[in-house]
Every structure is written in C-alpha cells, then in structure tokens.
C-alpha cells in the first residue's frame, strides 16, 4: 500500500540509513597507578594514544572503561577491561553480547615477549603463547580464532626475572622509542576498521 502511494503521487521513499557496523577494540593491561607505565600494560597505553588522538574520552562502565571512536561509518567501542589481566575474557564477552559485535570485528591489543621491543604483529589466531590474559579470553570464547595485535616488548630479562620485567616500567630509551611506536600502532587500528584484517596484516607486520 505504502509503495502504490509513493508512485501515485511521485513521493521519494527515504532510504533507510543501515546502522553502523560495530568494532571491540579491546587493550589488555592491569588496572592501577602501579602498573600505568609497565611493559604489560601496553594495551591500555595504545588505546589512551588513540583515544587522545580522536578526541574521546574514556568512561567507567562495568568491567572496565569505555570510549567510542566514530570513523567512516563505523563505531569503534575501545575497551580497558578493569578486570585484571588474567580474567579479562570476562570483560570481552560481556560487552561483546552487549553491543552485539560480529566476532571477526574484535581486536585484542597485547604484549608479546617473544617479539623485539615495538615490533606489532597482527594475527587472525593462534595460541595465547602463554600469555594469561590471552588464555582467559580464548577460554571464555571458546575459540582461539580472534584477531589480536602483538606488540613486542622483548625479552630481555635475566632467567627467573620475567615476572619482574614484564611488570616493570619502560626504561628511558624505550620510552622515548615508545612514541613513534604508538602512532603506528593507531594507524594499525584504523587500517584494521577501514582497510580489513588482511590489507592490515600485509602492511603492518613486522614493522
């Protein structure tokens, strides 16, 4: 009915604007002045710098902070879990249902030992290399085929120091070295939204 009166009287149907297509983009770290500044929290410093540099502002929801990046049509839901690192599954499948995110629209920023210091990596799936945040996440999905962003941080630690370095603070060159490291990183997430998984790993990685 509704189409015979749009042709009677030669009314335009207003196209329906498809709602935008939805991005978890999830920083793995440990919540806590404490560990701001650690190597482990990594994926918290990359989506402050992203954050910063789109001009949001994180909020505090449950299971952690929250801030929404609008690009080109799509909405980016960048995630801090404040869940500590070894139960954030629990934070990413949460909000994952809640805002219904197709699984291959979620990325997992995380450290990475077995890589040399600022090297980004991103694969489709793979084991959580022992990495416990990683291990929750695959455990709590159910899956080990999610996109995540390895960002190294070397390892270079005395035998039976790992916990201790990896929990330590970025020393003075490597901050430094940091900054550069963390622009590319941005571009890496927004090639991730804009350009794909794929395009993104073949122009990223190893970098």
Request: glycine residues 8%.
């Amino acid at each position: 009915m509704c189409q015979f009166l749009y042709d009677l009287f030669g009314i335009k149907k207003r196209k329906e604007i498809p709602p935008m297509k939805k991005y978890l983009i999830v920083g793995l770290g440990n919540i806590g002045s404490e560990y701001a500044n650690t190597r482990h929290n990594v994926g918290f410093q990359i989506l402050d710098h992203f954050a910063a540099k789109e001009e949001v502002s994180f909020q505090t929801v449950k299971l952690g902070d929250i801030a929404t990046v609008k690009l080109k049509g799509r909405s980016l839901i960048c995630l801090k879990p404040s869940t500590y690192m070894n139960l954030s599954g629990k934070a990413v499948v949460y909000w994952m249902n809640k805002e219904k995110i197709d699984p291959k629209n979620l990325l997992i920023i995380t450290d990475d030992l077995n890589l040399p210091f600022g090297t980004i990596r991103l694969k489709t799936s793979g084991s959580d290399g022992g990495h416990n945040g990683l291990k929750d996440i695959q455990d709590k999905l159910n899956t080990t085929n999610y996109n995540r962003f390895r960002f190294g941080i070397s390892d270079a630690f005395q035998k039976g120091r790992q916990v201790n370095y990896v929990l330590g603070e970025w020393s003075e060159k490597e901050s430094e070295d940091l900054k550069e490291r963390l622009d590319l990183s941005c571009e890496l997430i927004r090639s991730f939204v804009l350009a794909g998984v794929n395009i993104t790993m073949n122009t990223f990685n190893g970098k």
